[in-house]
Every structure is written in structure tokens, then in C-alpha cells.
């Protein structure tokens, strides 16, 4: 039977796993396996797993009630190990490396922030800013055959927007990452222009919530941004 | 304040799961750890997160887009103008959601445990959204367009 695994921690983490189930259905029991240095959260793994909802949720809720505890090195959805013999041996190959990182991340916890824009605003902004811009909108609403000028048009307003969106990116990711320990941005999205996460320690979880609410205060209007958290520090393990 | 993040979620309910999961999708499925040999399920059924990766801005369809989205703006009505009030789609009883205002313009705070869009994702969306195990939040400093992330 093969080994779905859902995190390591340190030894010592409480590892409390009551009234929490696995991935699968019926939904597989976690158990804990040990090494001297290091635990891992694990189950069987169920022969069909996909990603499904409620699978996604029980990995998510495993992870968040182990962070709650203690360091918790979170895995990837859907990380499967041959049995519990091959995921303790690979716990003690690498005990060095996991004992390391389990030491960064403690006391940390992810934010996750998606940052988009409503279309409209960020074009009437374009439009009353630059000239050119006025003068192929005009042009292009009285012709509709101006394919030329058609084209042009989206092509400049297509390269503003897109410096726009990146020169807000930057400026909020440069804002907010002093109150963290680190970041990772993640590819723009047509949704989300901005995905970025922060390792935040808890104690400046407060702080961090902070500066992203004064950020979204100075972005104004047309501006959504979303965060979420605390989550596990999927991004920096 | 807006963003009220919990030092502790201990009260995360069984199960608990999140309100927020497609948020937090790519994280789930495309970070976290992983152990060299070890294998990782087929994700069938997960492409849909690659649909939703930045289109090519430089390509003749997106200008086009562009160009007939500016044609078809309504620029009397200004990018200023407060056409809307806030329309406040949380559920006020939950996580305290609050209005505020903001200047001229009405903003939106609110603390949400959005629910997930059923039926976006086909079978990975196959069970209602349980609400509760994280804290997000949304802010918005003019209004909001519930299905922004329809």
C-alpha cells in the first residue's frame, strides 16, 4: 500500500490529529511516523486520488491544524511514497535539510495576496492621460474600418497596461516585504495581475495585515485587493 | 480594521476546510514540499489553472480586445465618478464585515469566507464550500463585482 504523504515536522510537534481525516474516499486515516529528529503526517494513499474538492480540503485542513501547533513543513497535494518504510528512510536521508528548514519557518506563516484591477478604470485612466490614446479612440469609434488605427490603439493601450500593472505590482511588493521574511511572486494571471506570498512571522501578523490594508487605501479606487491567511508556508519550503 | 488575521485557528472545525480554496489552488497544487522519487498523483481535471495564466499581451487579439473595450467605455461618466455604491456581498454576520467609507468614494471591507464557485472546476468542486479554515479578506476601495472571480 502506498503512503500519501501530508507534512513533516519536528519530532516534537504535538502532531494532535484528532477529528481530522485523509485524502480519498472512504477517507483514509492519518497516522504519524517517527524518526528520532522528525515526524511525518501520512495515510494510505487511495488507488484513484485526483484532485478532487474534498481531498484538496482535507490536505489543507491536516496542514492548517498541524501549522496551528508547530513547524510544519507543508507537501504538495498529491505527493505519494511507495510505503511508510521508503517515507521514514527518505525523513532520515535528508533529516539534515528538513531539521534546517523546519527551524526557518517557525513561528511563520503564509499570506497569500492577489491584487486585480477593474478593466474599465485602469482604461479610463489610460485614455485621460495620454493624448494618442484619445485621438485613435476617436478615431476608431467614428471608423469602424480603421483597422490600422484599430490596432494601434490596443497595442499602446495594451503595453500601458501592462506597465502599469507592473510598476503597482513592484511598488506594493516593495512596500509590504520589509514586514515579512520573505516573499515569492507567482505568475500574473488574467484574473490577478499581482499573486505574490509573504512569510510572515505570527507575532507580525497584525502588522502585515496592516500595511496591506493601508496599501489598499493608497491604490484607491478600481483596485481588489485579496489576502489569505495564515496558511501554511506552502511557498517557501 | 480590515484584515484580521487569527494568531490562531485552533478552531478550525473538523474537516474545516476553506471558503477560500480556489484562492489558494495554485498554492496547494504547485508549492509545498516534495520528495525527490517519491510520485505525484495524476492531477486530471487541474488544467484549468493554466487557462487562467496571463494572456499574451502582445498579440494582435488582445489589442483588438483592448482597442474595442476602450471604444465601447462610457467616458462620460469619468473614472472618478462613484456610479455605484458599495455593494456589500458578504454575510455582515460573519467574521463582522464592515462598510466604511472612504472620501468621495464608498469602500467595501470585508472580511469573507468567499465561497467557492461551484461548478468552476467540474469535479474538484464537487462538495459545497466550508467555510472557515482561514481568514481572508477583501478589500476593495471602490465597489465590488461579486463575480470578479467567477
Known amino acids: 500500500m502506498s503512503t500519501y504523504v501530508y507534512a513533516i515536522t519536528p519530532v516534537d510537534h504535538p502532531l494532535r490529529l484528532d477529528g481530522l481525516h485523509g485524502v480519498g474516499e472512504p477517507a483514509g486515516e492519518l497516522r504519524v511516523l517517527k524518526t528520532r529528529e522528525l515526524g511525518a503526517v501520512v495515510s494510505d494513499a487511495p488507488e484513484d486520488l485526483r484532485a478532487k474538492r474534498r481531498d484538496l480540503i482535507a490536505h489543507q485542513s491536516v496542514l492548517s491544524r498541524l501549522l496551528d501547533e508547530g513547524a510544519t513543513l507543508p507537501m504538495r497535494f498529491g505527493l505519494v511514497g511507495p510505503d511508510d518504510d521508503r517515507v521514514l528512510a527518505a525523513l532520515e536521508e535528508r533529516r539534515a535539510e528538513y531539521g534546517e528548514r523546519l527551524k526557518e519557518i517557525a513561528g511563520c506563516v503564509e499570506y497569500h495576496l492577489k491584487v486585480s484591477r477593474d478593466e474599465s478604470d485602469m482604461l479610463r485612466e489610460i485614455v485621460s492621460e495620454s493624448d494618442e490614446v484619445r485621438r485613435l479612440n476617436e478615431i476608431t469609434r467614428e471608423r469602424p474600418d480603421a483597422q490600422e488605427e484599430r490596432l494601434r490603439l490596443g497595442e499602446l493601450l495594451s503595453h500601458e497596461v501592462r506597465q502599469r500593472q507592473d510598476d503597482v505590482a513592484n511598488g506594493i511588493v516593495a512596500r509590504l516585504a520589509p514586514t515579512g521574511l520573505g516573499h515569492r511572486v507567482g505568475a500574473a494571471t488574467s484574473s490577478h495581475f499581482l499573486n505574490v506570498s509573504f512569510l510572515v512571522k505570527r507575532a507580525d501578523a497584525t502588522s502585515f495585515a496592516q500595511a496591506v490594508d493601508e496599501e489598499a487605501e493608497q491604490q484607491g479606487p478600481g483596485y481588489v485587493l485579496s489576502l489569505h491567511g495564515p496558511l501554511p508556508p506552502y511557498s517557501f519550503v | ?150
Open chain 2, 1 to 150: 480594521m480590515t484584515v484580521v488575521p487569527q494568531a490562531n485557528t485552533a478552531a478550525t472545525s473538523q474537516g474545516g476546510g476553506s471558503g477560500t480554496l480556489y484562492d489558494v489552488l495554485e498554492l496547494i497544487l504547485d508549492r509545498g514540499l516534495v520528495i525527490d522519487a517519491f510520485v505525484r498523483v495524476s492531477l486530471v481535471g487541474i488544467e484549468i489553472l493554466k487557462v487562467d495564466v496571463r494572456v499574451v499581451v502582445a498579440s494582435v487579439d488582445t489589442y483588438l480586445r483592448f482597442a474595442e473595450a476602450c471604444n465601447r467605455l462610457d467616458l462620460e461618466s469619468g473614472r472618478k465618478a462613484p456610479t455605484q455604491l458599495t455593494d456589500i456581498v458578504g454575510e455582515a454576520t460573519e467574521s463582522g464585515a464592515k462598510g466604511k467609507s472612504k472620501g468621495a468614494l464608498t469602500g467595501a471591507v470585508e472580511a469573507v469566507g468567499e465561497s467557492l464557485t461551484r461548478g468552476r472546476k467540474g469535479d474538484s468542486q464537487e462538495e459545497p464550500a466550508e467555510r472557515g479554515s482561514e481568514r481572508t479578506s477583501k478589500r476593495t476601495s471602490s465597489r465590488r463585482t461579486t463575480s470578479r472571480e467567477e
